[in-house]
Antibody
Framework: EVQLVQSGAEVKKPGESLKISCKGS????????IGWVRQMPGKGLEWMGI????????RYSPSFQGQVTISADKSISTAYLQWSSLKASDTAMYYC?????????WGQGTLVTVSS | QSVLTQPPSVSAAPGQKVTISCSGS????????VSWYQQLPGTAPKLLIY???KRPSGIPDRFSGSKSGTSATLGITGLQTGDEADYYC?????????????FGGGTKLTVL
């Protein structure tokens, strides 16, 4: 069974850094892209970018280029999404998803709250 | 403003049929496959339809998808109260040098 398990909810202050994770199991982690999707409170889905854990090839949506960093550690089947300096506007639910040319299996989501 | 356009809401009675539209352009829907997702309240999105009209294992045939030109449609028959959710269309967009996934703004389905 394909599973993507994300790290727990985070509460941070503006300016702090953060790295959240997504661990894949039940399939060959290095053979599929992993994507990240943002959902701000009460809003729709926004695709942020993807990484291919097999060779760490990474692509970003123009809206998120330079704002976040996507990485992966194939030795532990885990993908990451990180911020160097959080803003209040980063408050959202973040989902990872296994991706072909479309996201198919999704993680349960990680709620990130940024507040002073 | 989402790249793909969906109606904000649709509603129908239990047992009835509803359709949800998704409109795009030649850089996205017109030249790429469309997928559909169901997001029940407080949960992660779930894949309903991929490659315009294919259903993953476990998705009932009450859900169907179609595509024509730069638009796609999700159909749901035999509506149940458990179908109340937000529905999103998605596809690849190749308008920039690096392609990326785009989603519709979502449609809230109410089963009256």
């Amino acid at each position: 069974e394909v599973q993507l398990v994300q790290s727990g909810a985070e509460v941070k202050k503006p300016g702090e850094s953060l790295k959240i994770s997504c661990k894949g199991s039940g399939y060959s982690f290095t053979s599929y892209w992993i994507g990240w999707v943002r959902q701000m409170p009460g809003k729709g889905l926004e695709w942020m970018g993807i990484i291919y854990p097999g060779d760490s090839d990474t692509r970003y949506s123009p809206s998120f280029q330079g704002q976040v960093t996507i990485s992966a550690d194939k030795s532990i089947s885990t993908a990451y999404l990180q911020w160097s300096s959080l803003k209040a506007s980063d408050t959202a639910m973040y989902y990872c998803a296994r991706q072909r040319w479309y996201p198919d299996y999704w993680g349960q989501g990680t709620l990130v709250t940024v507040s002073s | 403003q989402s790249v793909l356009t969906q109606p904000p809401s649709v509603s129908a009675a239990p047992g009835q049929k509803v359709t949800i539209s998704c409109s795009g352009s030649s850089s996205n829907i017109g030249n790429n496959y469309v997928s559909w997702y169901q997001q029940l309240p407080g949960t992660a999105p779930k894949l309903l339809i991929y490659d315009n009209n294919k259903r993953p294992s476990g998705i009932p045939d009450r859900f169907s998808g179609s595509k024509s030109g730069t638009s796609a449609t999700l159909g749901i028959t035999g509506l149940q109260t458990g179908d109340e959710a937000d529905y999103y269309c998605g596809t690849w967009d190749s308008s920039l040098s690096a392609g990326h996934v785009v989603f519709g703004g979502g449609t809230k389905l109410t089963v009256l």
